[in-house]
């Protein structure tokens, strides 16, 4: 059974990394991930650069990203003004989003939940219009950093709006890295009362461990797309505490090892996570990457 992997390293990882990496290392680490099997890239985020100064270059990133008809790239808008800097590059794709959770959204995205709804929508009729497809992203679902639990509620609402806006798929976010596999069952199985399991992925932080063990829980729940971060880099900067998203070589063994396949080729995976470790100048999170170049 084929499983869909969604790259978002380039994305959900550098924007939280002090290290600011020049435009052509970015280039060189996505072609390195598309040299690698991965069909599913987020490249960027077309955010304000004074909330995200690691990602003011989306727009050289995206007009110079390897052309492989095999790869589909993304990137983030909050807003048309985004929009209009994708299109610009010639992005087939863009994703949207926000939080289940008031306060998140507000210190994300300066505007409340209610307020976001018809600015998404508007980015979502456009992006329509112009033949781009939409992804969407629900955030805080698991747990917010600054109130706690969030009902499953909140998270159904988000994803009916985002689904009625026209998003072909919704990922559903555990920003902060809280989830347990017991939570992702709720949460999946009351989300499939109302979407279909076809249009919708996974996208877990491994802040406590418990990364994997969500995607397998996510796996008997029917889901088949799942986000991930090459070496495991990631966070969300408005999410204090929030560290990487689970490591795209760890998901891809241990997707590999169950008997599912990915088109991906692990060990030129592990030379891309080689690469953005050497260039960061850190060791990285992903434990599939440290054993292979222990080997
Ligand atoms: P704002 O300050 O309220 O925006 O920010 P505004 O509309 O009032 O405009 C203020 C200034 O920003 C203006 O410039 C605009 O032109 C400019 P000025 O007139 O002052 O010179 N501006 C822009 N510039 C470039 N591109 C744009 C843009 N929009 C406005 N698109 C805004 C609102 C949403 C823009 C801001 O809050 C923002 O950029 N937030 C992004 C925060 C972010 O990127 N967070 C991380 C991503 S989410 C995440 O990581 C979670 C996820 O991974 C899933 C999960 O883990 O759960 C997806
Ligand atoms: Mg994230």
Known sequence: MQIQVVEVGPRDGLQNEKELLSTSDKIRLIEMLAEAGLQR???SSFVNP????????????????PRDSRVTYSALVPN?????????????EVAVFM??????NLKNIN???????????????????????VRGYVSTVFGCPYEGHVPVENSRRVTEELVSMGVYEISIGDTIGVATPLQVHEVFATLVKDVTTERLAGHFHDTRGTGLANVTAALDEGIRVFDSSIGGLGGCPYAPGASGNISTEDLVYMLHGMGYETRIDLE??????????????????????????AQ
């Open 41 to 43: 890239v987020e490249a």
């Open 50 to 65: 004074r909330w995200i100064p690691q990602l003011a270059d989306a727009g050289e990133v995206c007009k110079s990203l």
């Open 80 to 92: 048309l003004k985004g929009l209009e800097r994708a299109r610009e590059c010639g992005l087939t």
């Open 99 to 104: 939080s289940a959770s008031e306060t998140h």
């Open 111 to 133: 505007k409340s939940m209610a307020e976001t709804f018809p600015i998404l929508r508007e980015v979502a009729r456009e992006a329509l219009a112009l033949g781009m497809r």
């Open 268 to 293: 030129k995976l592990t030379e891309a996570g080689a690469y953005i470790q050497k260039l960061l100048g850190r060791v990285l999170p992903s434990k599939v990457l440290q054993a292979s170049l």
